[in-house]
């Protein structure tokens, strides 16, 4: 194409923060997200709009300035998201397809390199388990087939986990807890892995109108005994719903992922309506669609942790119920607290009085509940979750027949020898992470930033026409082999591809094409011949060693090319 690179590489520490955040002296970058959010947004506002904290790419209202909109389009697609309501409605999935598209085709911030990929190995002899639901949502499909070497009981699963410290979803911020919280405590909605939303404790959510919901509470789910054994008939209602709303909001270690709650109010012991301000600043409340997701967080018991009876008050932190939830949480979910041995072992049991085995309340079809989470008929009991640091020590365990599951995240990758021996399967997924390189639109950076219309076609800038040159020039695959032997998810979202039904099936895509590429470039005005060293175009890529791999790959077709370019 004839563009001159210059590569810079910078450890993670030391001055990178600064030139990333600060300067911004680059044309592009190599990058990586990854959130434990997992929504459509807020995760993106903040990234692709005109004041967010990590607009790296330098979007500008004035790139894409709407007369009607008085704003720019992207900014108008980012901020209309948030207000579409119900949240999981058709128009809401295809308005968001339609800004995934629009940024990508007439923006183009970033070419989406990869999506990091999982690997999970398990005995053979396990049946019905699924790694992108996960073991909790597999748990009522799976069982054991026959025993395998090594193993004690098949009646349980043996799985390895961290150590946790705090079993509290209030207070615990889901540090290496989450899997035993998601076990215990239940949600009101419930999102399968696809990210499509279904009803649990609440049996409906009823939108009043764009800023008022009114939930109706499951009947007939009872609450597990307490640790004190002081509550062993209490059933779930709206006191546990507003209880546990008003700690999120108000006492919480993310109280601000609640600011959209204007006011909470108890219609009767099966109903709770909820009134939505997503923008306090103005005098109407207005809608705010991310409520929806928030509605997945866990509830907490109101009749045990608040006994003190303040109840529109700050909770009484000082009653020992809060610190012996801490150590021994229990909620109405499919498993209970059995034991727990510190530095070893934390052993859930399946909890028979729990209504996902009553099939009088999963039969309601609204639930779709034995389709998408089974019937529990496959004998299991137990979920021993192993207490284990290193991941050398769980590789141990599983090969030796004393962990059923092991998992491979990033380090250290799977042995190659497990791929081929008959005893073990293994399922992929993918993370919530999405590798990047990042493009500079600015107007400071006199190419990729260029806003002068294009001579090729002046319904785009010469900047944009660059970028999309550069977008096809890459060639994704051969990265891919070159650095992760093929085991990484291409990428072609400007979010991440977990996210399911959001990620538009159509969206643009830049595959390798180097004609399409010089053709982009001919457009921007430039004389592209083959092999030309350099055409005067100048960018500056700046690499973050320690987050992106693709800096090797270029380090390496530098290599390559030494004594015929200059470097």
């Known amino acids: 194409m004839g563009i001159k690179v210059d590569l810079v590489v910078y450890d993670c520490g030391g001055t990178w923060p600064g030139e990333l955040l600060a300067f911004r002296d680059f044309d592009l970058v190599t990058l990586g997200f990854s959130e434990d959010e997992r929504t459509i947004d807020p995760d993106f506002t903040g990234i692709y709009n005109e004041n967010g904290s990590l607009n790296f790419f330098g979007y500008h209202t004035s790139m894409d300035w709407d007369v009607d909109l008085g704003t720019g389009k992207n900014e108008w697609y980012m901020k209309e998201g948030t207000q579409i309501m119900p949240s999981n409605s058709e128009d809401r999935i295809e308005h968001y397809w339609s800004w995934e598209n629009y940024l990508m085709d007439k923006i183009l911030p970033l070419y ?105 509470c499951r009947k007939g789910v009872k609450w597990q005994p307490d640790p004190d054994d002081l509550f062993n008939n209490e059933y779930f209602d709206a006191h546990d719903v507003y209880f546990t709303l008003f700690c999120w909001k108000h006492v919480s270690n993310d109280q601000h992922m609640f600011d959209w709650i204007k006011e909470l109010e108890i219609v009767d012991s099966e109903t709770i309506d909820i009134f939505i301000d997503g923008n306090p600043e103005t005098e109407e409340n207005d809608p705010y669609a991310p409520a929806y997701s928030r509605l997945g967080l866990h509830i907490l018991p ?73 019937d529990y008929s496959g004998g299991l009991e137990k979920l021993r979750i192993k207490i284990i640091t290193h991941a050398e020590e769980a590789q141990a365990k599983f090969e030796g027949g004393k962990i059923d599951i092991v998992d491979f995240k990033y380090y250290p990758e799977p042995r190659r020898e497990y791929f081929d021996y008959p005893d073990y399967s293994y399922q992929t997924d993918i993370k919530y992470r999405m590798n990047f390189m990042g493009m500079n639109m600015r107007t400071v950076r006199p190419v990729l930033g260029d806003r002068d219309p294009a001579p090729g076609d002046p319904t785009i800038t010469k900047g944009l026409a660059v970028r999309k040159a550069i977008a096809y020039a890459i060639n994704r695959q051969e990265i891919n082999d070159l650095m992760h032997r093929g085991l990484y998810s291409d990428l072609h979202y400007p979010i991440y591809s977990k996210l399911g039904i959001w990620c538009n099936p159509d969206i643009i895509k830049y595959e390798y094409d180097l004609t399409e590429a010089k053709r982009y470039m001919k457009i921007a005005g430039y004389d592209v011949k083959d092999y030309t060293p350099t055409i005067g175009l100048h960018l500056e890529v700046i690499a973050i060693l320690s987050i992106s791999s693709l800096v090797f790959v270029l380090l390496k077709k530098r290599k390559e090319v030494e004594g015929k370019l200059r470097p």
């Not at 003190?308 to 932190?317: A, G, K, S, V, Y």
């Open 302 to 374: 109101e009749h045990y942790l608040n006994q003190t009876q303040i109840f529109d008050e700050l909770p009484d932190f000082t009653h020992p119920s809060w610190q012996k939830f801490v150590n021994h949480c229990f909620g109405t979910g499919l498993f209970s607290l059995e034991n727990y041995l510190e530095g070893s072992e934390t052993i859930l049991t399946k909890w028979d009085e729990c209504w996902r085995l009553n099939t009088t309340l999963t039969s309601d079809p609204v639930l779709n509940y034995i389709e998408r989470l089974g």
């Open 112 to 216: 989406p390199l990869f999506t990091p990929m999982e690997y999970t190995f398990y005995w053979s002899d396990s049946e019905g388990f699924s790694f992108a639901d996960g073991i909790l949502s597999s748990w009522g499909k799976m069982n054991w087939a026959s025993s395998h070497e090594g193993q004690i009981s098949t009646e349980e699963v043996v799985i390895a986990d961290y150590q946790w410290n705090d079993l509290n979803p209030i207070t615990n911020g889901y540090f290496n807890t989450e899997l035993i919280s998601n076990a215990i405590l239940d949600p009101l909605v419930f999102f399968d892995s696809d990210k499509s939303m279904w009803p649990h404790l609440a049996e409906t959510i009823e939108l009043i109108n764009d800023t008022h919901l009114r939930i109706k």
